[in-house]
């Protein structure tokens, strides 16, 4: 979906550097969302944002940060990078008001190799 | 969120219709079907939902059932660049906490 975007698309890293994810939308959005995918599994969540002021840990957040730097962006940073978080990193934003049916719409990935 | 089961891999013919089914038998009543699609490698494509009634959009069709154990996905011509992962989920009302949970899901293979 185009109004998600995700920089880099792809990138290769070192063992201990520390990278950023960025992730823009401009649906307008409240929630805001960190997936990462492994080959043959689902998507785990990492962290995930309500608004500007409130974020939480996903089921995977040991070595992540996020940071939300105003409603249309959400960065993931990896502190020191180790090979085992090579995946697919996907972000999301949700359309959810407090009621009802709530749809997440995932920008295009970003492939990260980590040697 | 309910659990859902759907076949591992289908396959369709180009210009046919693709009709995935998903059991949910535990759905509860505050409970929607999703349907998220994710071709290779790219990011998921949600496609439709619903909480009890027939629903219709420029992508899909979605088919529940009265007793809402079980529903399917209707594409109606199916093309080539349908070949994907397709997923059910069940998610509450009210879930709080966001997260999508996506299961093995069904690779529907179109074919010329």
């Known amino acids: 979906d185009a109004d998600v975007t995700q920089t880099p698309r792809n990138r290769i890293t070192k063992t201990g550097k520390r990278i950023m994810l960025e992730c823009s939308q401009t649906k307008g959005h409240d929630r805001m969302y960190w997936y990462r995918q492994d080959p043959g599994l689902g998507l785990r969540l990492i962290y995930y944002s309500f608004d500007v002021k409130d974020i939480n840990k996903g089921e995977i957040s040991d070595g992540y940060s996020v940071s939300r730097q105003a409603q249309a962006k959400f960065s993931l940073s990896l502190e020191s990078a180790i090979p085992n978080q090579t995946a697919l990193y996907f972000c999301?934003?949700?359309?959810?008001?407090?009621?009802?049916?709530?749809?997440?719409?995932f920008g295009p990935g970003t492939r990260l190799l980590v040697l | 969120d309910a659990k859902t089961t759907q076949p591992t891999s289908m396959d369709c013919a180009e210009g046919r219709a693709a009709n995935l089914p998903c059991n949910h038998s535990?759905?509860?009543?505050?409970?929607?079907v999703y349907w998220y699609r994710q071709i290779h490698s790219q990011g998921p494509q949600y496609i439709i939902h619903?909480?009890?009634n027939n629903e219709t959009n420029e992508m899909a069709s979605l088919i529940i059932t009265e007793d809402r154990k079980s529903s399917t996905l209707i594409l109606p011509h199916a093309t080539l660049r349908d070949t994907a992962v397709y997923y059910c989920?069940?998610?509450?009302?009210?879930?709080?906490?966001?997260?999508?949970?996506f299961g093995q899901g069904t690779e529907l293979s179109v074919k010329p």
């Open positions: 999301a934003t949700s359309d959810w008001t407090g009621w009802g049916a709530e749809t997440q719409y």
């Open positions: 619903g909480l009890k």
């Open positions: 535990t759905i509860s009543g505050n409970e929607y």
């Open positions: 989920i069940v998610r509450r009302l009210y879930n709080q906490g966001g997260k999508l949970i």
